[in-house]
């Protein structure tokens, strides 16, 4: 199986840097996801990472480090309709499905 | 940008009722897949679909639940005697691929068991 790490809630301030991380164990590790799902909403992607390193797009960035297992996923220059839950997911073993953490729920206050 | 469909947004159906979810994919993806989220819960994998026959389900997926893709456009998900227990948002999602392809979800459907 797999056991998927990620902080329950975070708050920031509008215009700061906030980081979110994720902590896996699993075995045959495939790739990792991040998902951004605002409040009775579809998750929508955010970012994939199956090499180790930064991949950057735009205002948000994530990380891998496989050896780890783990991930991060940061977002700069924070607005306020970044306020959302903040989905890790990994794929593993022969199964092309990815195993959602619990996301982390962001509120960006002001 | 094209994107994937559910019907209804909401559906509330009594205790042993079968319901069907309904879900249109986007038009030249070729997997389709099915999750829950019960309130305040972790997204959970249900079915996966490809070449019109099921290629990975959940232990969540036994024999109540059913997928079926009738035509060519329209993806379903049955549950045939519900229970308490089903009420949850069920998201359909389709993919280009599999590993490495992001996969699209709908705005999934509420659904309310009483």
């Known amino acids: 199986g797999q056991n998927i790490d990620q902080p329950t809630e975070m708050t920031a301030t509008e215009g700061a ?13 495939n790739g990792l996801f991040w998902y951004q799902q605002h409040a009775g909403e579809a998750p929508t992607f955010l970012s994939y990472n ?49 195993t959602f953490g619990r996301g982390t729920s962001l509120i960006v206050h002001p | 940008e094209p994107e994937v469909t559910q019907t209804p947004s909401h559906q509330v159906t009594q205790m042993g009722q079968e319901v069907i979810l309904r879900c249109v994919p986007i038009s030249n993806h070729l997997y389709f897949y099915w999750y829950r989220q ?11 679909f490809y070449n019109n026959e099921i ?3 959940s232990e969540i997926f ?13 993806f379903t998900l049955k549950i045939r005697s519900t229970k308490l227990e089903d009420s949850a948002m069920y998201f359909c999602a389709s993919g280009m691929d599999t590993v490495n392809q992001p996969q699209h979800f709908g705005d999934g459907t509420r659904l309310s068991i009483l």
Do not use: W
């Open chain 1, 17 to 29: 840097i906030v980081q979110i991380n994720c902590t896996y164990q699993t075995s045959g590790f």
């Open chain 1, 50 to 98: 199956v090499l180790d390193g930064l991949e950057e797009k735009g205002r948000f960035s994530s990380f891998l480090s496989r050896s780890k297992g783990y991930s991060y996923l940061l977002l700069k220059e924070l607005q306020m309709k970044d306020s959302a839950s903040y989905l890790c997911a990994v794929v593993s073993g022969g199964s092309y499905i990815p």
């Open chain 2, 38 to 48: 019960i309130l305040g819960q972790k997204v959970e994998f249900l079915v996966s």
């Open chain 2, 55 to 57: 290629s990975e389900k």
């Open chain 2, 62 to 74: 036994d024999d109540q639940f059913s997928v079926e893709r009738p035509d060519g456009s329209n």
